[in-house]
T-cell receptor, first 113, second 113 residues
Framework: AQTVTQSQPEMSVQEAETVTLSCTYD???????LFWYKQPPSRQMILVIR??????QNATENRFSVNFQKAAKSFSLKISDSQLGDTAMYFC??????????FGTGTRLKVLA | SQTIHQWPATLVQPVGSPLSLECTVE??????LYWYRQAAGRGLQLLFY??????ISSEVPQNLSASRPQDRQFILSSKKLLLSDSGFYLC????????????FGPGTRLTVT
C-alpha cells in the first residue's frame, strides 16, 4: 500500500530562521510525483512545490525548497527566511499513475515574531 | 488557470436533514474532480472522485453520495445528516493520471447540530 508519513505534528520557528518539515513515503512505483501543500488559517489549500521522481534535481520555489532522497523515500520541505505568513498546516502528498492522491496527516507550523 | 467555486461557504444543519454541497470549476475542461472531508486540525479524507460525467468512485462507505451531472459540476449529497458528518469539505480538481497537482476550492464548513 502507498503511504505518506509526516512525523512532526507541530513545529515552530523564529521569524527569519530556516525550518525543515519531514515527509517519508512508501511505494513500489518508480514514476511518481510529490507535492507540498500549505493550508493557512483560511483553510484554502495552496500548492507550494512539486517534484517529479524522475528528476534528481531538487525543486525550488523562492524561499521553499525540497530535499528529495528517492532511495530513502524522503521528501522534506525547507522554508528559508520564515515569515509570519508561513504559519499554516503543511501537507505532503504523493501520486503514482492513478487518480488518487495520498496525503500525510500534516505538520502545523507556527512562525514566531 | 482553473478556479474552483464551492457553496455554501458555511452551513449549519440539524441531524436528519438533507445536504447538498456544490462545486463548480471554471477555466478548464474534462477535469478529474474530488471531494475531501477534513476534521478540525486533521488530514484529508478522500470521499469521492470522478474522472468524467456520471462516473463516481466512492472511497469510504458512509452516509454521503456524489454526482457529476455536468463536466465541471460536482455535487455532494446526503439524505439524512449525522453528527459525524460535521467537518470541512473540500472540492479539488486535477488533470490526467498521476502527473499533475490538484487545485482546491475554498471549502464548505458544515456543522451538524
Amino acid at each position: 500500500a502507498q503511504t505518506v508519513t509526516q512525523s512532526q505534528p507541530e513545529m515552530s520557528v523564529q521569524e527569519a530562521e530556516t525550518v525543515t518539515l519531514s515527509c517519508t513515503y512508501d511505494t513500489s512505483e518508480n514514476n511518481y510525483y510529490l507535492f507540498w501543500y500549505k493550508q493557512p488559517p483560511s483553510r484554502q489549500m495552496i500548492l507550494v512545490i512539486r517534484q517529479e521522481a524522475y528528476k534528481q534535481q531538487n525543486a525550488t520555489e523562492n524561499r521553499f525548497s525540497v530535499n528529495f532522497q528517492k532511495a530513502a523515500k524522503s521528501f522534506s520541505l525547507k522554508i528559508s527566511d520564515s515569515q509570519l505568513g508561513d504559519t499554516a498546516m503543511y501537507f505532503c502528498a504523493f501520486i503514482a499513475g492513478t487518480y488518487k492522491y495520498i496525503f500525510g496527516t500534516g505538520t502545523r507550523l507556527k512562525v514566531l515574531a | 488557470s482553473q478556479t474552483i467555486h464551492q457553496w455554501p461557504a458555511t452551513l449549519v444543519q440539524p441531524v436528519g436533514s438533507p445536504l447538498s454541497l456544490e462545486c463548480t470549476v471554471e477555466g478548464t475542461s474534462n477535469p478529474n474532480l474530488y471531494w475531501y472531508r477534513q476534521a478540525a486540525g486533521r488530514g484529508l479524507q478522500l470521499l469521492f472522485y470522478s474522472v468524467g460525467i456520471g462516473q463516481i468512485s466512492s472511497e469510504v462507505p458512509q452516509n454521503l453520495s456524489a454526482s457529476r451531472p455536468q463536466d465541471r459540476q460536482f455535487i455532494l449529497s446526503s439524505k439524512k445528516l449525522l453528527l459525524s458528518d460535521s467537518g470541512f469539505y473540500l472540492c479539488a480538481c486535477s488533470h490526467g493520471t498521476g502527473a499533475y497537482e490538484q487545485y482546491f476550492g475554498p471549502g464548505t464548513r458544515l456543522t451538524v447540530t
